[in-house]
């Protein structure tokens, strides 16, 4: 081993976790904002504190099942169990190595305890890294061998993945100027625009990047674009655009003509967008604050579109191999259904005839996805499915088994090495 165990580290590892723990507060700006205010941490420093964070949130149902972890210990001493299961067990350091730090007393009893203890009689959801919940739905639609390898897959580190900027350059010509800086990468197999790198590095301070050759931006999410099939010069609204990743990939499928709205009800998430496409030398992007009171007149003035993405908030169960502690905040599946409902019916008024709505989640439960559209054509007949599928073969892409209910695709991490996403295309009929 080349890192050594240091009191900080341990002690910064374990006020982490915590804080995650207790708060609703994401992981990754947990960790950005400790780092800020920690400026003078190395690299490597910085690069072990969250390897080590993270990996105790993919695995901590069976770092608490080695570790002994009771509800009724306090938060630290839950936190110190985890971390001493995660450094033994995960990252093979001695109990006399961690004893050396000084941090944490107890260690020499807690790792006797778990060397004594047997994994084979752990539930299956313990074994799984999955709360009960998400195992028990995961369980009932999948069905348990695949439902095993998913969740082996989703408990995995991912992959960094780019999306290259054809606006400016070919995959080839950003491929090679990352390699001039030292970053060797991959072409991803199913997007045409994508670029893969296993390894996790400073790609924001990449010529390449500041050039606006790239974006980051996971294989699946790419697809989705693809599924619009926006065409040249069309109006096409980016419905639920938060930050504008998939905006960007839509202006730039649209070669930079027509028109991309995006369009959300968090004007904070859309002021990221401009730098962006700025940035990306795009100019076709406008960006519009929607607001219920303001429903109709907007509608009125950005309506008669001709694609609608609908890409609705979510519980993000698909995106757990990057942000491992979505796996553990209480989710309220109702209260998410019954918005994203509400807000599929709202987007489908902005939707020309002869136009296409398409509605996605980086979800993997059929209660997010196929119910969800089931039940909007239900309530709407003037809407009919597409194969989803087909779109994306027309463009040359076709990844295997991603069949979905309702006519929907679906990219899983365990069968296509992307995050987990599902996507629908409904058309307006005509008059």
Not at 86 to 96: N, T
Not at 107 to 129: H, I
Not at 198 to 213: K, S, V
Not at 292 to 307: K, M, T
Request: glycine residues 8%; positive net charge; contains cysteine.
């Amino acid at each position: 081993m080349n890192q050594t165990l240091r009191a900080p580290h341990l002690a910064a590892i374990t006020q982490l976790l915590g804080t995650i723990f207790s708060g609703r507060v994401p992981a990754d700006r947990v960790l950005e904002q400790h780092f800020r205010a920690n400026r003078n941490m190395g690299a490597r420093d910085r690069g072990f504190v969250a390897e080590a964070v993270y990996g105790c949130l993919r695995a901590r149902r069976t770092l608490e099942a080695w570790g002994g972890v009771e509800p009724t210990q306090l938060l630290a001493e839950r936190c110190q169990r985890i971390l001493v299961a995660y450094l033994v067990k995960e990252s093979g350091w001695s109990a006399r190595a961690i004893a050396d730090t000084r941090v944490i007393p107890e260690v020499f009893a807690w790792v006797e305890a778990l060397r004594a203890r047997d994994a084979d009689a752990w539930p299956l959801a313990v074994r799984l890294n999955l709360p009960d919940s998400l195992c028990a739905a995961l369980l009932q639609q999948y069905g348990e061998q695949e439902t095993i390898a998913l969740a082996q897959a989703l408990n995995k580190p991912a992959p960094v993945d780019m999306r290259v900027n054809t606006h400016k350059a070919t995959r080839e010509q950003v491929q090679a100027a990352l390699l001039t800086e030292g970053i060797d990468t991959e072409l991803t197999p199913y997007s045409p625009m994508g670029l893969r790198r296993m390894q996790r590095g400073a790609l924001f301070n990449t010529r390449a990047f500041r050039d606006g050759l790239f974006e980051l931006q996971d294989e699946g999410s790419q697809l989705l674009s693809y599924a619009v099939e926006p065409k040249r010069r069309q109006r096409v609204i980016d419905f639920c655009a938060g930050g504008g990743g998939k905006t960007l990939h839509l202006a730039t499928l649209m070669e930079n003509t027509g028109e991309v709205i995006a369009m959300d009800i968090n004007e904070r998430r859309l002021s990221q967008i401009k730098p962006r496409y700025v940035r990306a030398g795009l100019d076709n992007i406008r960006v519009v604050t929607w607001a219920p009171e303001h429903a109709d007149a907007l509608c009125q003035r950005w309506g008669g579109a001709d694609r609608v993405l609908v890409d609705a908030p979510c519980s993000g169960t698909g995106t757990v191999r990057r942000n491992p502690d979505i796996k553990w905040r209480e989710l309220d599946i109702a209260h998410l259904t019954a918005t994203q409902a509400q807000v599929l019916q709202h987007a489908a008024q902005y939707v020309k005839s002869g136009g296409r709505l398409i509605y996605s989640t980086c979800s993997l439960l059929n209660a997010e996805n196929s119910d969800i559209v089931r039940g909007f054509l239900a309530q709407h007949p003037m809407f009919e499915l597409v194969d989803a599928a087909v779109a994306l073969s027309r463009q040359g892409i076709a990844p295997p088994d991603i069949a979905a209910p309702q006519g929907g695709i679906a990219m899983l991490p365990h069968r296509h090495g992307t995050d987990g996403f599902y996507c629908a295309v409904m058309e307006r009929k005509s008059h």
